[in-house]
């Protein structure tokens, strides 16, 4: 079931620096929201607050109706899929095992059944891969297997950091398309970080700009592009749209 | 048995058995015996008296005929020849590890007693021997026995060209001609106040350059004119073989080194018969037999039991024993002669890998739950693996001389030693590999709900594997390779006739133990490839090891330098 994820006025510094400047944002069940931004803009830290990789200094955090904090963090890390950029899949473990990883540690006995049926799901026939290891993948398909080892077990939300982000144009374009299918096939509610504005209008229902710790502003693409509310916005959609005109002139 | 075993100490001392020490050996923790009630009265203690001896020829020959003296009279006697240096042979004396080894009043008045006499007591070696038998009762409770007979001081040697061309005759020419000249001279020679330091105050002595050198070369050296002068020993053999000058000590610098038995306070307590068979020997052995029986040893390469013998029965102290060995095999052949010994070397080489596993497993046993400790504890982590690091730059003599007041002499601290030395690899190995494993399948281990515990045994400790048995082979080779210094300490092993071998100027010998361990540490370093490949995660491993190989024999090379 998708859930819906909520953070209220949450903080956090590393140090010095102030990655989160009471924030707060809302995703309805089962819709897409993007988080865009500069790196350093606090996209990351406000994601990894769901998953408790980032405890806030302050503010609640929710997932669904119940708050992080409630519980044992492998417990809820366990119902929440998770992508980042470099897909971390366990090199010494083959592809089948990478993609059983959750329902294992959810002691699922069908573990093996529903690594296979996530696989199919990214367009990874099974038998074909579930025994190679991931070194004997390539780039694109890598990411296909951590996107499988992230739904294996349906969670009602997924996490994605920049999970396209170091792909070539082709293998990310039909990436997101593969995504984007799933997401609407499985409902599922999906937090993504990504710095391509054009990803962001892609995959996601809702754009959240952030800046230095801050919401910028909140809309459909359209929205943003109709009537920035800030400079700072206005400045990032005419650079997206400066690099696309290079590109076609 | 006066030695309390706990239970818990009950493997070590079965280990220790295996290797074949006698519990006694290995209980050097013991203290110096202190009188007690149950205390044993004198003559009714049975046990083996320990004979030691320092590590160069004449010393293995005195202790030889030590050993075999008691022997007749009836006595039970365990042989510790070649006792790293001074420090550690009187160290085990004093700690009551062995009971009697041949030394020089010189010695222990300069660099045991360290004092200074007037010079008109240093010119009578009477007196300076009934200074040196007076502070060593009352500060060390150890006795000197009478005098051997014989004088065996420095003798500072060039060769007769040398001699010629710079006019030489006495240590003042040298010390004029100095600059023009390179010494070689022995470790020892070069750190002591009456060595190199004394000559250099009292004569000006500077030499162009100063090379150490291990007793057995330097004569060769100087022969080979690859150094100019050297230190020897006045009943040294080889000074008449190589026909050398021996330059007078015309300011008297050098005191009187009287050869004499230095016994510990224990025996002289527990044992008085045997102190009363050793000073049979006293006042009957002169420089021109030494000078003699040295070069049957050095030159002629005679076996230190024969020599040993035959000058006891000459002397009428012992009579004709038939059993020994007395084969002259100096021209045998080289594998003639390794096969003669192979049950000596075979069980050397047991012994030597017993000490091996035993410190490595040990050490592997402490450094990977380190390693893995101080990956989570970052902070320490640099300054804890430096420390153990600078564990690796202390010489392995200095190191074992360090454990002789600890652990006395033996396997223990030998076992101590080693391990030491093993820690560093494994520790390093260990923390680097894991805190090195792939950060981003550690990551997204994590966010995806493994434990730490699950994270460390599915993901960190395979991924480190590889690196952490790579330090563990690294630390097997070097344990190989010191444990031949265990010797130096009569721990036994592969050491033994390499320390024998240096001290006695015998390749042959040398071969006898340095070829063994070599092949024991590619062994050693085969066998943990094996294990390597077998932990290395699937997606790494390569058909071949050829590179690490390589680099073991490399380390092997290093540390067996003399």
Request: net charge neutral; glycine share 8%.
């Given at each position: ?39 350093g803009s ?17 503010g ?65 026939p ?8 991931p ?48 997401r ?24 959240v ?41 | ?8 100490i ?8 295996v ?137 500072i ?22 600059p ?12 002591r ?20 050198l ?184 200095a ?141 790494r491993?390569?058909k ?19």
């Amino acid at each position: 079931m998708p859930a819906s994820l909520s953070a209220r006025n949450v903080s956090h510094r590393f140090g010095s620096v102030v990655a989160l400047d009471d924030v707060s944002l809302d995703v309805a069940a089962g819709r897409a929201t993007a988080l865009v931004g500069e790196s350093g803009s606090g996209k990351t830290t406000l994601l990894r607050c769901f998953n408790r990789l980032v405890e806030p200094d302050s503010g609640a955090v929710m997932v669904g109706d119940k708050h992080v904090g409630g519980e044992q963090p492998e417990q809820l890390r366990r119902g929440i899929g998770y992508v980042q950029q470099h897909g971390g899949l366990l090199p010494h473990w083959r592809v089948l095992r990478n993609v059983a990883l959750v329902p294992t540690l959810l002691d699922r006995s069908d573990a093996d059944d529903v690594a296979r049926a996530a696989l199919e799901l990214v367009g990874l026939p099974s038998v074909e891969f579930e025994l190679r290891f991931p070194h004997e993948l390539s780039g694109g398909q890598r990411q296909r297997v951590a996107l499988a080892r992230s739904i294996a077990a349906r969670p009602g939300v997924v996490l994605l950091d920049e999970p396209f982000g170091a792909l070539d144009a082709i293998s990310r374009s039909d990436l997101q398309q593969t995504f984007d299918n799933l997401r609407k096939n499985l409902s599922v509610t999906t937090l993504l970080v990504t710095h391509d504005l054009a990803e962001a209008a892609r995959l996601a229902d809702e754009v959240v700009v952030m800046r230095r710790g801050k919401i910028e502003q909140r809309g459909s693409m359209r929205d943003l592009v109709r009537s920035p509310a800030t400079d700072y916005v206005a400045h990032l959609i005419e650079r997206a749209r400066a690099g696309l005109e290079a590109l076609l002139s | 048995m006066r030695i309390c075993r706990p239970p818990t100490i009950a493997l070590a001392v079965t280990l220790a058995t295996v290797i074949g020490v006698a519990p006694r050996a290995n209980g050097q923790s013991e203290p110096p015996a202190k009188p007690s009630p149950e205390q044993p009265t004198a003559n009714s203690v049975n046990r083996p008296v320990v004979v030691a001896s320092k590590p160069f020829g004449e010393s293995y020959l005195l202790a030889e005929m030590f050993a075999q003296l008691l022997e007749s009279r009836g006595f039970e006697v365990e042989r510790r020849p070649g006792l790293g240096a001074t420090e550690i042979a009187f160290g085990a004396l004093r700690t009551g590890a062995i009971d009697v080894y041949p030394e020089y009043t010189g010695t222990g008045l300069v660099a045991i007693l360290h004092d200074t006499l007037p010079d008109s007591v240093m010119a009578d070696p009477r007196a300076v021997f009934a200074h040196v038998s007076q502070q060593f009762t009352l500060r060390y409770n150890a006795r000197w026995l009478p005098p051997l007979g014989f004088q065996n001081t420095y003798a500072i040697a060039v060769t007769k060209a040398t001699a010629n061309k710079y006019h030489l005759r006495t240590l003042t020419d040298l010390a004029r001609e100095s600059p023009h000249l390179t010494a070689g001279f022995t470790a020892d020679f070069i750190g002591r106040s009456d060595g190199l330091v004394g000559l250099n105050q009292v004569y000006g002595l500077r030499p162009r350059a100063v090379r150490p050198l291990a007793p057995a070369v330097k004569y060769q050296a100087l022969a080979s004119g690859a150094v100019d002068v050297i230190d020897g020993y006045s009943t040294d053999g080889l000074l008449a073989k190589y026909d050398l000058v021996t330059l007078i000590d015309d300011q008297h610098f050098f005191p009187p080194y009287e050869a004499a038995a230095l016994v510990s306070g224990r025996l002289d307590r527990e044992m008085p018969n045997a102190l009363a068979a050793l000073v049979l020997l006293s006042g009957r052995l002169d420089e021109a037999t030494m000078r003699q029986l040295n070069r049957r040893l050095e030159v002629d390469g005679q076996d230190v039991r024969r020599v040993a013998g035959d000058e006891l029965n000459t002397l009428g102290l012992v009579g004709r024993r038939s059993a020994l060995s007395t084969r002259a095999t100096q021209h045998a052949e080289f594998w003639a002669y390794m096969w003669d010994r192979r049950g000596y070397i075979l069980s050397l080489t047991l012994r030597h890998l017993l000490l091996v596993v035993i410190a490595l497993i040990a050490a592997v046993i402490v450094a990977v739950p380190l390693g893995l400790g101080l990956e989570r504890a970052r902070r320490v982590a640099e300054p804890t693996i430096g420390g153990l690091g600078v564990l690796q730059t202390i010489p392995s003599i200095a190191l074992l001389a360090f454990m002789i007041p600890l652990l006395g002499v033996g396997v223990a601290p030998a076992l101590v030693a080693l391990w030491l030395y093993a820690l560093y690899p494994i520790a390093r190995g260990t923390f680097t590999g894991v805190r090195d494993a792939d950060p981003d399948a550690v990551a997204a281990a994590e966010a995806l709900g493994t434990t730490p515990m699950q994270r460390l045994m599915w993901v960190r400790l395979p991924l480190a594997a590889p690196v952490i048995m790579a330090g563990i082979r690294t630390a097997a080779v070097i344990t190989v390779g010191a444990a031949t210094l265990a010797a130096f300490i009569g721990a036994g092993g592969l050491g033994e006739p390499i320390v024998a071998g240096l001290a006695l100027a015998d390749t042959r010998m040398i071969l006898s133990g340095a070829l063994p361990a070599a092949v024991l540490a590619l062994l050693v370093d085969g066998t943990l490839a094996l294990v390597e490949r077998a932990v290395t995660p699937a997606h790494r491993r390569r058909k071949l090891y050829a590179a690490s190989a390589i680099g073991s024999l490399r380390s092997v090379a290093a540390r067996n330098r003399p």
